[in-house]
């Protein structure tokens, strides 16, 4: 490591950019769609930085638990790595969408098969891979987290869960749409119980960091074991430069230069290959679903320290 990622200074940086993001115009507006997400203080951040040697740094509200929504998709995705191997990429693309996290507009023309699987189309097919293999799937990624964080602890928020359930038109079309060309064998109503379920999984940053540092450890979660193959680790990497941000995902690699996944609930975790993995929160998103604050903080974080997969 670079005298600039030393564990004293780490701490440093990570208290100085939360005291910068602290002062920061409020921009964006919280997740509205989902009226649970639309309740949540918009004034909060935090940050965490866990490295593959153990060390976790925080700073601001990193211990605090919010949604992480979308990036349970990285977690979910694993999972279904490690129980279906290759042949899940005969259901689901590795390709930038361009559109929205939420769209349909490329799932007519390309016959029912996602993007990737990170767009909804794409999660709610690694969803239904678990469905097929689980009784309870949105528990199978929870414990999957458990078994990656080496403690129980972490749950799923059910108020979360129920009001995105309750409002989840948009996914339920995106499934009706995929079982209609025959790329999803599970019932839709199941489906988006445990889609809903997984997303509402509640985590602090500290832990997000925790749980994907196999991300940054060739597929070796330290103090675990081997959790995918070091070949699909840095695929899994690949598809976060590449998608993990869904139609920013260009913006986020010229600016941050990592690998990332975003949520609706404002949390944003990014890799740094062989060295750490970083995770910040701030609920306020742009109009592409991506946390503005979370961004600039990663963004200050890879200026500051040198750090990308670039150099
Ligand atoms: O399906 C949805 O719309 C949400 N549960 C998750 C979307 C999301 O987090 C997109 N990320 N930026």
Known sequence: ????????????????????????PDEGAVAEYIPALARVAPRQFGIAVATV????????????????????????????LQREGEALWQRVGREPSGTPFNSLVLLERERGIPRNPFV????????????????????????????????????????VARSERQHSDRNAAIAHFMRSF????????????????????????AELAQAALFLAADGEQPSH???????????????????????????????IGLPTKTGVGGGILAVVPGR????????????????????????????????????
């Not at 976790?56 to 977690?75: C, E, M, P, T, Y």
């Not at 750490?276 to 979370?294: E, F, K, V």
Request: glycine share 8%.
């Open 1 to 24: 490591m670079g005298p600039s990622t030393h564990a004293a200074d780490i701490t440093d940086l990570l208290q100085r950019i939360a005291l910068d993001i602290a002062a920061l």
């Open 53 to 80: 040697d153990g060390a976790v740094h925080r700073a601001g509200d990193a211990d605090r638990a919010f949604s992480i929504q979308s990036i349970s998709k990285l977690f979910a995705l694993a999972l279904a």
């Open 120 to 159: 909804n189309a794409g999660a709610l097919v690694i969803t239904d891979v678990l469905c097929r293999r689980y009784l309870q799937p949105e528990r199978a990624v929870l414990e999957f987290i458990h078994r990656l964080l080496g403690r129980v602890g972490v749950g799923i928020d059910a108020d």
């Open 182 to 205: 025959g790329n999803l064998g599970s019932e839709v109503s199941a489906l988006l119980d445990a889609y809903c379920a997984q997303c509402a999984i509640a985590m602090s940053c």
């Open 225 to 255: 074991g081997r959790v995918l193959a070091a070949a699909d680790a840095r695929r899994l990497n690949a598809l976060m430069l590449t998608c993990g941000a869904y139609d920013a995902a260009g913006d986020f690699a010229f600016r």
């Open 276 to 311: 750490m993995t970083l995770c910040a929160w701030s609920p306020r998103l742009d109009a592409t679903g991506n946390s503005i604050a979370a961004a600039a903080a990663i963004e200050r974080f890879t200026a500051e320290t040198g750090v990308s997969i670039f150099r």
